[in-house]
């Protein structure tokens, strides 16, 4: 059974920084692209960031949402089988709940996680 747990989330005020975690198990994290996700209130969920797998060590190659570029960093740590976003200079419009998404490369299918709430106040 697959399993994404998001962590990390809570409360921090406009300029701080939070780091999120996602553990995953049941998928092979080393041949899994991994995302993370978020969706406001009232708003669809949209694509934070994405990092790839080379399939053996935890280097991959990056993508992220323009409105995140230079404050978030995504990463991966293949022994951990976990996922980062390292998030910093946090505004009121980052407030959102943050979902982690596994994609594995042998299969088509594509996994979420539960979700962690993201509240920037100002």
């Known amino acids: 059974q697959v399993q994404l747990v998001e962590s990390g989330g809570g409360l921090v005020q406009a300029g701080g920084s939070l780091r999120l975690s996602c553990a995953a198990s049941g998928i092979i994290f080393s041949m899994s692209g991994m995302g993370w996700y978020r969706q406001a209130p009232g708003k669809q969920r949209e694509l934070v960031a994405t990092?790839?797998?080379?399939?053996?060590?935890?280097?991959?190659?990056?993508t992220y949402a323009d409105s995140v570029k230079g404050r978030f960093t995504i990463s991966r740590d293949n022994a951990k089988n976990t996922v980062y976003l390292q998030m910093k200079d946090l505004t009121p419009e980052d407030t959102a709940v943050y979902y982690c998404?596994?994609?594995?490369?042998?299969?088509?299918?594509?996994?979420w996680g539960q979700g962690t709430q993201v509240t920037v106040s100002s």
């Open positions: 998404k596994a994609s594995p490369n042998y299969s088509g299918s594509y996994y």
């Open positions: 990092i790839t797998t080379d399939g053996m060590t935890s280097s991959g190659s990056t």
